[in-house]
């Protein structure tokens, strides 16, 4: 059999010479058509929907091959159906008889006819939720499902599409939308005579329109307070010639990337101004720069784009019409849209007397690949011919349904071309008909072996005889990643639009950004609990909606139940070994809960608990567990999609004081309790280090593990094991292909040779001591030294005592364990053992001052094999400075992710029951998004290994 098909980015001609082409095709076919039966389904899913799979013409080409076509009636058909039956095809609600039947969207799947071939754009590969019942309907029945999508080329690129009539509508309905957003500011020009693409009977009609605009645009109709208009087109394919096709019909001029900057500062009114951008204008490497269009399709991973900073600046209207595919650098990204939108005026914006002055350049984005969240990332959702624009407020990241207020206008429509019926059915008819004459040999009720199906057709077929085929088993995968989308059997956070009730324990400093981040929305009521007075009354008086309570987990249970049973949702900052108390009283109740903290055993042994009860615990969304886990899962799930494995997985964080401020022998200060630090150095640790576990033990080994770290030349630091890094080898699904495996805290050169002092002394203990007894006689740090090294403290001399410590510590750890006052006359407040009573000590003597800095670090390591052998390294790194303002990094970046989680789990994002963790894609992408709005952000280096 011969197959037609054409390659991206060329047009396509319906004329004799192609329709004499079609013919040939029916002719060579390998197997008889006379005798097949297939069927053209009407459409349902959505009341727009007025395009066919096939045109009449296409039609009448089969039937005079011997093809038995059936047609559902339908009235919404943009081709009426006495044209189809003027082609020969039967008109006929039971379209049992068929073997294929044709569509071109989903298929409900109640009307799914069993033991058939489907044809469709099924919207399943990605296992999008919303389409499984369809995909499992196809598995239960037996039904062979061919997706439109998935017929590609051997460059993987599609060759059946709407793509030329996605731009003509596009085009026409940005066009229209424009009109609108300039005369909600203000400005009356001559697109408010175009109208949206579905009120004209064709294509010829909106040229006409879009013509006479342009004709009052010569005139010099335009606004001169507008300025000069720059339409940017972003793709060289079938969308975007489709587009530039109706932009050609105003009065135009284009003009080269390099000449956009010019243009925006001294271009004319009386016309507009195009600029067709390709991959080598914006695309280069990250490392070197330059751009290789072949390089670039084997790595675009090494890609990185400027047109955020070297063309859209200077665009008018953005017409996007690329393919994008994960892993390839984004278009525009959330840090772009806000230097886009900034309301700084900049020199090329014009300013006339009397007339409202633009609040900035772009205007419009027409999204014509309508693909949520790829090349246009701040783009979450699409839009609706029912309601085809939005404002996007990128300093708020939300969508809003108007043309007046700040953002940006955006239209994208995902069916754009159903707004153009008859044309597109045409152009795709055309497309689809060498692959429609391959497919009607498919009988679903023979072994998909059996066919001799042509490569392209075989590659887009998702099931097959009752399950996915090999190619799509994937789905499968993605599906039990996604099976968290479940609702609570029991109480779910209120519905949207009424008051939603959160309980936040804790009230210190990472408490601040969280309630300011949950105080955004309106319809929430914060109820802050805390052990402290002064702190949670501090905190409350600064927020709206805030209600200071007093709280103590441990003596008033009964209370802590009372709060929990009246709230939609809990966030616990109490301390990690708290969790679990206020996580029963979450199950009892029935009511969800969020923490920043590990997962604890006791915590785990709490899941299935949670789980019958209905109840989402979301754990570890903070920074060291949290935006650890939401960047190493967002760079190991891109490489597992892209074929690749992950050999090695290093990470380091730490919060610590800025450089300036690490003035002390610990090169460390405290913005709350230091027992966790100091419990962290007693800690056991393993990890995986080319293929050998190592461990650990407990008691202070640890302080011997450290190494000095260079990936920062700027930091002296060194870093050391961090608890159990194999149980994350599972979680992250690395386990059967990394050799190393290593989580690790960062310090600043010095500490743990000063904390391994301190453990010498005796002074990181947790053993009750005598002379540490809150009722026991009073003791100064120097007696209590003495005692501990078993020195009688009435009478030796304070030299005679730093000796002992030298002896014990060294002459280099003598001057941080004076410096630090331990050898003082300073009274001890005792609590009961020597950790706790430093702990305390600290926590005065080394806090992080009001108007100090502190600094967080986080740095990944991975090491990436691909499936043809090259080997890389990515580096992913996060530096994150507190504002020396009250506002520390370690409070933002712990309280941030915790509240943005908080968040999801009250709308509904996050479902899941038990112990949850951030790792699965619909978590971290969103948390990842809405962190980098918050200027949370992160850098990526990648570079070859020999």
């Not at 009449?56 to 044209?83: C, D, E, F, H, T």
């Not at 014009?350 to 790829?374: F, K, M, N, Q, Y």
Request: glycine residues 8%; hydrophobic residues 40%.
């Amino acid at each position: 059999m011969i197959l037609l098909y054409f390659r991206r980015g060329k047009s396509i001609n319906t004329n004799m010479n192609q329709l004499r082409l079609y013919s040939t095709i029916i002719q060579k076919a390998k197997f008889p058509l006379k005798g097949k039966v297939m069927a053209i389904r009407r459409e349902d899913q959505s009341v727009w929907e007025r395009r066919a799979p096939l045109a009449p013409s296409n039609v009448r080409k089969l039937v005079r091959a011997g093809v038995k076509v059936l047609i559902q009636p339908s009235n919404r058909r943009a081709y009426p159906v006495q044209s189809y039956i003027n082609a020969g095809a039967i008109p006929q609600e039971d379209i049992s008889e068929a073997s294929v039947i044709f569509g071109v969207k989903q298929v409900p799947a109640d009307l799914l006819l069993p033991n058939k071939t489907y044809c469709m754009f099924s919207h399943t590969i990605k296992a999008q939720e919303s389409n499984m019942p369809l995909l499992d309907a196809c598995l239960e029945k037996n039904i062979r499902l061919v997706d439109y999508e998935k017929l590609v080329d051997e460059l993987g690129h599609r060759i059946v599409a709407f793509g030329k009539y996605a731009g003509v509508a596009g085009m026409v309905n940005i066009l229209h939308g424009l009109g609108l957003r300039l005369l909600a500011l203000g400005h009356h020009t001559p697109f408010m005579h175009i109208g949206p693409a579905h009120n004209y009977r064709n294509s010829s009609m909106a040229t006409q329109a879009i013509r006479d605009a342009g004709y009052e645009i010569a005139l010099g109709m335009m606004p001169k307070s507008i300025g000069p208009l720059i339409f940017v087109f972003t793709g060289s394919g079938n969308v975007s010639q489709g587009a530039q096709e109706i932009f050609q019909e105003l009065p135009h001029e284009y003009v080269p990337p390099s000449m956009l900057q010019k243009v925006a500062e001294h271009g004319v009114t009386n016309k507009v101004y195009g600029c067709q951008v390709r991959r080598r204008d914006h695309l280069q490497r990250r490392e070197g720069g330059g751009y290789d269009p072949q390089d670039y399709d084997s790595h675009p991973e090494l890609y990185m784009s400027t047109f955020g900073k070297k063309i859209a600046p200077y665009a008018s209207v953005i017409v996007n019409g690329i393919y994008w595919a994960v892993g390839a650098p984004k278009l525009l990204t959330l840090p772009d849209a806000k230097n886009l939108l900034a309301s700084a005026q900049t020199p090329w914006l014009p300013v006339s007397e009397g007339a409202p002055a633009l609040p900035h350049r772009t205007l419009a984005i027409c999204d014509i690949s309508a693909d949520p969240g790829g090349s246009i990332e701040f783009m979450n959702e699409c839009t609706t011919i029912d309601t085809p624009f939005c404002l996007y407020d990128a300093d708020r990241n939300k969508e809003y349904k108007s043309f007046k207020g700040a953002g940006l206008l955006v239209c994208s429509i995902d069916n754009m071309p159903t707004q153009l019926p008859r044309e597109s059915t045409d152009f795709f008819g055309d497309l689809v008909m060498p692959y429609a004459v391959d497919i009607l040999q498919s009988d679903a009720t023979k072994p998909l072996e059996s066919h001799n199906f042509d490569t392209v057709v075989a590659n887009a077929i998702i099931a097959s005889n009752g399950k996915l085929t090999p190619k799509f088993e994937y789905i499968q995968d993605l599906r039990q990643e996604s099976n968290c989308f479940r609702r609570s059997r029991h109480k779910m956070p209120d519905a949207v639009g009424s008051t939603k009730k959160i309980l936040v324990l804790g009230a210190g400093r990472v408490s601040s950004p969280l309630v300011k981040y949950l105080n955004r929305d309106e319809n929430v009521h914060i109820t802050l609990g805390s052990s402290v007075q002064d702190e949670v009354s501090t905190l409350a008086n600064q927020f709206e909606r805030v209600e200071p309570v007093l709280v103590d987990v441990v003596r008033r249970p009964d209370h802590v139940g009372e709060l929990v049973q009246s709230a939609g949702l809990v966030v616990s900052l109490l301390p990690f070994q708290l969790h679990h108390l206020v996580a029963e009283a979450c199950i009892t109740h029935h009511t969800h809960m969020v923490t920043a903290s590990y997962c604890t055993l006791e915590m785990m042994r709490l899941h299935e608990k949670a789980v019958e009860a209905g109840v989402t615990v979301v754990n570890e969304v903070g920074l060291d567990p949290g935006i650890d886990h939401l960047l190493a899962m967002e760079c190991i799930d891109e490489v597992h999609q892209a074929g690749g494995k992950v050999e090695s997985y290093v990470s380091y964080c730490g919060g610590l004081p800025a450089p300036e401020h690490s003035n002390n022998p610990l090169r460390y200060k405290f913005s709350w309790s230091p027992r966790g630090v100091l419990l962290n150095v007693l800690g056991n640790a393993k990890y995986l280090e080319n293929s050998k576990v190592v461990e650990v033990a407990a008691g202070g080994e640890l302080l011997q593990s450290g190494k000095d770290l260079e990936f920062l030349p700027g930091f002296a630091l060194e870093g050391y094991p961090n608890r159990d890094s194999l149980r994350y080898s599972q979680l992250y699904g690395v386990a059967a292909e990394c050799h190393t495996m290593f989580r690790g805290t960062l310090r600043y050169r010095g500490f743990l040779k000063t904390m391994e002092a301190l453990k010498h002394l005796g002074l990181i203990d947790l053993t009750a001591h005598p002379a540490l007894h809150p009722d026991g006689p009073s003791i100064t740090w120097r007696e209590l030294m003495c005692t501990l090294l078993g020195l009688s403290h009435a009478d030796i001399f304070y030299e005679n005592l730093k000796g002992k410590v030298s002896e014990r510590v060294g002459e280099a750890q003598l001057r941080a364990v004076e410096q630090l006052g331990v050898l003082d006359d300073v009274p001890v407040v005792k609590c009961g053992n020597p950790l706790d009573s430093l702990s305390h000590y600290l926590s005065g003597r080394l806090s992080l001052g009001e108007h100090e800095r502190d600094v967080v670090i986080l740095r990944h390591v991975l090491e990436i094999t691909w499936s043809g052998g090259q080997r890389e390294r990515r580096d992913i790194s996060m530096v994150e400075y507190g504002d020396g303002r009250g506002t520390t990094a370690m409070a933002r970046t712990v309280g941030l992710p915790a509240a943005i989680a908080a968040k999801m789990v009250l709308d509904g994002e996050i479902q899941e029951q038990g112990m949850v963790y951030p790792l699965a894609p619909h978590i971290y992408r969103p948390m990842l998004s809405r962190l980098k709005a918050e200027g949370i952000v992160t850098t990526t280096m990648i570079e070859t290994i020999d």
